[in-house]
């Protein structure tokens, strides 16, 4: 499905993130920055070598104790058909009285700020924090969309954004919040 929020397509898409051929994908990292399962291992196997040595280079440069939650750094995509990736670090799921929506919103928002910083127009995100860090599939949807959707009416450089949900019925479940937020899709 597909909407039009000022001039920037919003899609939803069933697939793995690591075929997305767009300027960045994002990656849910973790604060070490040093690889991981989940999308992270999907990112680091399939790009290479080139994306670890840049992150080890980050973490030694700029963040020596580990990149906090919802903050985001670019690295180059390696091998991948993306030409670069952005790191970010979702929250743990704690039952939600910790902050966690403000950490998912920061993680999209400060994902969408460094890609317009380094001028990079078509953007694909994974369901950040819903896999290994137990975020509620409906509550992560409702904070994602609801971030990027403020975020598309406020800057209009942005050419594309795509999440890519890794099961049929995250992609349900995503579908049903956008179709709530935003109206009928295109
Ligand atoms: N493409 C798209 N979506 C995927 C893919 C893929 N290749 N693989 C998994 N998903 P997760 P998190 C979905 O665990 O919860 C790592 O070890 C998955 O179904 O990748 O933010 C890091 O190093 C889920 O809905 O990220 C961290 O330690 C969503 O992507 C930690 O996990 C996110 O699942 C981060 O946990």
């Not at 939803?12 to 997305?20: A, M």
């Not at 966690?100 to 994974?126: H, M, Q, T």
């Amino acid at each position: 499905m597909e909407w039009l929020i000022d001039k920037a397509k919003l899609r939803l898409l069933q697939g793995d993130i690591t075929d997305q051929y767009v300027d960045a994908i994002v990656n849910t990292a973790n604060s070490s920055l040093m690889g991981g399962g989940g999308v992270d291992g999907a990112i680091h196997r399939r790009g290479g070598p080139t994306i670890l040595r840049e992150c080890k280079r980050i973490r030694s440069y700029d963040w020596p104790e580990g990149l906090p939650t919802g903050k985001a750094v670019i690295t180059s995509g390696g091998r991948l058909k993306a030409r670069s990736v952005i790191h970010t670090v979702g929250p743990v799921w704690h039952g939600g009285g910790k902050d966690e929506a403000r950490l998912l919103s920061d993680a999209y928002r400060n994902s969408l700020e460094l890609a317009i910083k380094k001028g990079l127009k078509r953007i694909s995100f994974p369901s950040i924090s819903t896999g290994t860090y137990g975020y509620p599939m409906i509550d992560a949807a409702r904070t994602a969309l609801g971030t990027v959707k403020e975020f598309l009416e406020k800057k209009d450089s942005m050419e594309e954004v795509n999440f890519v949900l890794f099961t049929e019925s995250d992609l349900r479940t995503y579908e049903e919040i956008a179709i709530a937020l935003f109206g009928k899709p295109r």
